[in-house]
């Protein structure tokens, strides 16, 4: 009985130990950016309102996350009237198809009335194999027309 016991104590411990080896990684990714604007507000309020997004990625399954904080800040001047702040994390859809081990960078258009034609701007999103050679690139852009326009790029290595 106590041999039974003892293998499937074992066999649970190996199940355990393989479930870890297996489980997702998620990461940061060390490409985050900061966009602040000004306005000004009847009454000689001033109003600034910063933007930041950060990339969180699964480096098994290459399946991420968007996510912004934005903090706004009123004040007149003598004294700050009001602060608000909020963010979230949207998921996007999986770069490649099957698991392995992958990187990921990836980086945001500036604010509108800069270098982005058509309102809130995009961001393109680059992922490597680790185990291969195989690399993919792909943009997100806002079409103007309510949907965002994706494609990916396959490179070639010459």
Request: charged share 20%; proline share 3%; glycine share 6%.
């Amino acid at each position: 009985m106590s041999v039974m016991k003892t293998c499937l104590a074992a066999a649970l411990s190996l199940m355990t130990l393989a479930s870890v080896a297996a489980a997702d990684d998620f990461k940061l990714v060390s490409n985050q950016r900061i966009a602040c604007g000004r306005g000004l507000a009847p009454g000689k309020l001033n109003t600034a309102t910063c933007r930041s997004y950060a990339y969180v990625f699964n480096t098994k399954t290459s399946e991420f996350a968007r996510c912004q904080v934005t903090l706004a800040l009123t004040r007149d001047n003598k004294e700050v009237i009001n602060v608000q702040a909020d963010g979230n994390c949207v998921k996007k859809p999986r770069i490649f198809d099957t698991d392995s081990n992958y990187s990921f960078d990836a980086t945001e258009t500036e604010p509108p009335n800069t270098n982005s034609f058509f309102g809130p701007g995009g961001f393109a999103a680059w992922a490597s194999d680790n185990t291969k050679q195989k690399v993919r690139g792909c943009i997100t852009i806002a079409s103007g027309l309510g949907t965002d326009v994706s494609k990916c790029v396959d490179m070639t290595f010459q």
